[in-house]
């Protein structure tokens, strides 16, 4: 059976509010325009691929149980 991770409310607002307020000021630096291609790529990282990847863990995990194991499934 299949039983997907339950995540508190609390546990998202630590993981999520930071994660939230990366991406807005990644857009604000972004759409300043002070940035050069070497000043553009930490930013890209930090800003977007993290939070998708912390996204895809996130959303994608959940608990394999069988009669004599259980499994944690999560991320990539």
Do not use: C, H, R
Not at 15 to 38: K, N
Request: hydrophobic residues 60%; glycine residues 8%.
């Amino acid at each position: 059976m299949n039983f997907p991770s339950k995540k508190d409310g609390w546990l998202t607002i630590i993981v999520w509010g930071p994660m939230l307020l990366l991406i807005i000021q990644g857009i604000l630096e972004l759409l300043a325009g002070d940035l050069d291609l070497i000043g553009m790529l930490p930013l890209l990282l930090v800003s977007v691929i993290f939070p998708i990847f912390l996204l895809w863990i996130w959303l994608t995990t959940y608990y394999v149980l069988d009669e004599k194991s259980l499994i944690i499934k999560y991320g990539p």
